[in-house]
């Protein structure tokens, strides 16, 4: 079990001190991997460095990449941050929800929506588990970098007491990588037998993810789901060939 | 039990962007009260303002003093924040030693000091206990407004779950500005009747702050101890004057 499983994703963040923050908290809770989704500053202007101080080597090396599914690559779990209620799923504390990304001999991700908006719901279908820093009603809005703070600072007194890490699992979860690979097929089938229809295919697919999401899927399993899709797909073409 | 009797005590901060940060995560975590001692940057620039957000009330309606004992007055209970370990006492975790702030019908502060030194040790000397956020040893030194996010985030969770937070003490404890009355008059007849030397003062006065804070003092106790302390100053002065 190590922090430097956890990479911390930040999607587009827009202030280059937040940024330069966050560097920094990284650095003192032992984290190592800042990978930047379409980030809309220069994370590496003399506002961020500035904030980032003795955290500066975590933002030079901040990997910069295009999508969130990129940045996810090779991980097996993903926790997102909200401040929102989400309809179809219960939010967690963070310190009953973070534990599990240091789950031993994973890689795992923490994922931070953009400060104006946070994350869109479809930035949250890519993770499995949704986490709220719990705060007043009246004004729950925490700053990015400070919202990094308190979720680090929980990850790293996880890693001090690991007796309150959960187990590793007796399955090698599936990569999300994997899984949206299969999420995607399913959808694209499910359209095209009439299952699914355009207008309502979001909703339902959500349903969908959250029962694998909690099935905790090896790929194995994934391969399992997607040869019945295919088997299915391949009739269908017959019989609409025979028609 | 309520987190508007906990007053946050920023120690000379300078940096504007913290100060408005704190404000902001203040806000967040229903706290009201922010109390600056002598600090060394506008508290109202612009920059402090834009971090403060929505928390540009607490930020507006932080009060300026020039000591720490001023920003500490009528305060039962304060605990002080620390990066370094200090000889003489035991540092405790933000998540074991701040819920007892929010001990029931109690005035208390949680007090932070300078972005670049901390608090010294005669500040530290204010508090009765000493918090250090968990951190890596490569790189102990936490931001200020994330370190009074990790605090804020701990007391907002204490205060949400009380089951925690230790009931309310016998006595009623005197407040910091009595107790402190009483040290310095017990410093300066020690060092009158010649039992304190002026170059160990310090460190003796040290030991005897530690064991009466944690005796809990009411003020009805501190003005006993004051009463013999007063009584034996009279009696030396008609012993030496008699000789």
Not at 60 to 78: D, H, M, N
Not at 121 to 146: D, G, K, M, T
Not at 174 to 198: C, M, N, R, V, W
Request: with cysteine; proline share 7%; glycine share 4%.
């Amino acid at each position: 079990m190590s922090l430097t499983q956890v990479r911390i994703i930040l999607v587009e963040p827009a202030g280059p001190l937040n940024v330069g923050s966050v560097a920094r908290v990284m650095k003192n809770m032992a984290l190592e991997r800042l990978i930047l989704v379409n980030p809309q500053c220069d994370p590496l202007s003399e506002e961020a460095k500035r904030m980032a101080v003795h955290g500066i080597d975590v933002l030079e090396q901040a990997q910069r990449v295009s999508s969130l599914p990129e940045a996810l690559q090779g991980c097996q779990r993903a926790i997102a941050t909200t401040g929102r209620p989400r309809t179809s799923t219960s939010l967690e504390t963070p310190k009953n929800a973070l534990p599990w990304l240091l789950t031993p001999h994973l890689t795992s991700a923490l994922i931070f929506g953009p400060e104006d908006r946070g994350l869109s719901n479809e930035e949250l279908n890519y993770a499995q588990r949704f986490v709220c820093i719990p705060s007043n009603s009246e004004y729950p809005s925490l700053n990015l970098a400070q919202s990094v703070a308190v979720c680090t600072y929980e990850l790293y007194q996880a890693a001090q007491n690991p007796q309150n890490v959960p187990p590793y699992p007796a399955t090698e979860p599936a990569s999300l990588d994997i899984l949206e690979g299969y999420y995607q097929h399913l959808e694209t089938f499910l359209l095209k037998i009439g299952y699914l229809h355009p207008h309502t295919a979001t909703a339902k697919m959500e349903k969908f993810r959250k029962l694998y999401n909690r099935a905790n899927l090896s790929a194995e399993e994934v391969a399992l789901l997607r040869g019945i899709v295919g088997h299915i797909d391949a009739l269908w073409y017959l019989v609409n060939r025979n028609q």
